[in-house]
């Protein structure tokens, strides 16, 4: 099953642009499935291992939650839970389509001829791919300002609102990914045949959607580097402004270690994704109206580029579960809990000191 047997999604509009089935060609190429990046064992290892590890860093998390009573890291874990719940759910829908397709092997054409099944793929694909980037860049801002401004009572979240930012994330990528559906470009089945994307050929809609995507996926991870950076900074020079007491790491480094790890793994997995999208459409804008379908070599360049990507949702869940204290602790047992990053500064009144420590 897969791309070296599969039939042309939709012989009679194969070709044409107006529909979600003619981006490219079946006839093109006949590779073996089971060598090729096309094959359906990737679709379905990639699923079953980053749903395992999502529900898994999720009992973790819930677990973790009862247990604290720090309102900083109680946030940051109300965030980390939104990006593992995000996280899961993208691989279950795309997944219970995807896998689905590659050994059922229907014909799309026939199941979805108004392109509502390769609609709500596609908007799956944009608003799960979407949200961990810019639940990304958010956790990075709250743990900037928990840190730089510590004294602060605005800097003080709680699971409520943590909740609530985290909801805003989602019907903000919500809006994102029905844009297409709203008439700004379109989503379109893509090489191998299982799966729908937004479309990258030359036209304005298209073209502003594709840029739009990827510009903000950038903008997203941008501001997460900037924001840890600074973060990890003040931390640093925190620390050692201390002469008096040689301190061990507490919950904010923890968070910080766990978060830059996101980072990390996020300008890994999306960054070359996201520029090649902003290449590709600007590179095909002088041919615009010409080019009617996608060239072989970049559709299955786009594919290598989707498979990165769903490593970002198999490794983050991971981020969380092996660095955490009580991991480390076991690694290096010398690794003790301590004060929250107030009893770093300056010392403060002792009243004053215990009142932002209680709070």
Same mark, same amino acid.
């Given at each position: 099953?897969?791309?070296?047997? !599969? ?10 642009s107006d529909t ?16 090729s990046i096309? %094959?359906?064992?990737?679709s ?6 980053? +749903? $395992?590890?999502? +529900?898994?860093?999720? $009992?973790?998390?819930l677990? %973790? ?8 890291r109680?946030?940051?874990l109300v965030?980390?839970?939104g990006?593992?719940v995000?996280d899961?759910?993208?691989? +279950?829908?795309t ?6 397709? =590659?050994f059922i092997?229907f014909?799309?054409?026939k199941?979805d001829p108004?392109? =509502?099944l $390769?609609?709500f793929?596609? *908007?799956?694909?944009v608003?799960?791919?979407q949200?961990?980037?810019l639940?990304g ?6 743990r *900037?300002?928990?840190?730089? =401004? ?9 699971k409520?609102?943590a909740?609530?930012?985290v909801g /805003? &994330?989602?019907?903000?990528?919500c809006? /994102?990914? /029905?844009?297409?559906v709203?008439?700004l470009?379109r989503y379109?089945?893509?090489?191998p045949g299982s799966? $729908?994307?937004?479309?990258l050929?030359?036209d304005?809609?298209n &073209?502003v959607?594709? #840029?739009?995507?990827a510009?903000l996926? @950038?903008? %997203?991870?941008? +501001?997460?580097?900037?924001?840890n950076t600074?973060?990890?900074?003040t931390?640093c020079?925190?620390?050692h ?7 061990r790491?507490?919950?904010e480094?923890?968070?910080m ?5 996101? !980072? ?5 997995c999306?960054?070359?994704? /996201?520029? *090649?999208?902003?290449?590709?459409v600007?590179?095909?804008?002088p ?5 009617? !379908? #996608? ?12 498979? !990165?990507?769903?490593?970002n949702q @198999?490794?983050d869940?991971?981020?969380? @579960?092996?660095?955490?204290?009580a991991v480390?602790?076991?690694v290096?047992?010398s690794?003790r ?5 107030l %009893? ?6 002792p ?9």
């Open positions: 099953m897969g791309w070296g047997d !599969m039939e042309p999604p939709n012989g009679s509009t194969a070709g044409r979600c089935f003619g981006v490219f060609n079946t006839s093109d190429s006949r590779d073996n499935a089971q060598n096309a %094959s359906p064992w990737f379905t290892a990639f699923g079953l291992i980053g +749903l $395992c590890s999502n +529900l898994f860093a999720l $009992c973790v998390l677990s %973790s939650s009862r247990k604290l009573s720090s309102r900083a109680s946030s940051f965030f980390l839970c990006l593992v995000t899961f759910m993208g691989l +279950l829908v997944a219970s389509v995807i896998i689905p397709y =590659h092997k014909t799309w054409a199941v108004g392109c =509502h $390769c609609n793929l596609g *908007f799956s694909m608003f799960f791919g949200c961990p980037l639940l860049a958010t956790m990075a801002g709250e *900037f300002f928990g840190i730089n =401004h510590p004294f602060s009572r605005s800097t003080s979240i709680s409520r609102r909740w609530s930012i /805003l &994330v989602w019907g903000f990528s809006l /994102l990914g /029905l844009l297409p709203l008439g470009g379109t089945l893509q090489y799966w $729908c994307f937004l479309t050929l030359p304005t809609g &073209v959607f594709c #840029l739009l995507f510009l996926g @950038i903008f %997203s991870v941008l +501001l997460s580097f900037v924001f600074v973060s990890v900074v931390l020079r925190v620390y402004d201390r002469e008096s007491v040689q301190r790491r507490d919950s480094v923890e968070m270690v766990q978060l830059v790890g996101i !980072m990390i793994i996020a300008t890994i999306w960054m070359p994704l /996201l520029i *090649f999208i902003i290449q590709t600007l590179q095909q804008l041919a615009s109206g010409q080019i009617q !379908m #996608l060239p072989m070599e970049t559709q299955k360049m786009l594919l290598i580029y989707i498979r !990165m990507v769903t490593w @198999i490794l869940p991971w981020v969380y @579960i092996l660095f955490r204290r480390l602790q076991r290096y047992p690794l809990p301590r004060p929250s990053i %009893s770093l500064y300056p010392v403060l009144n009243s004053l000191g215990r009142k932002l420590t209680a709070d």
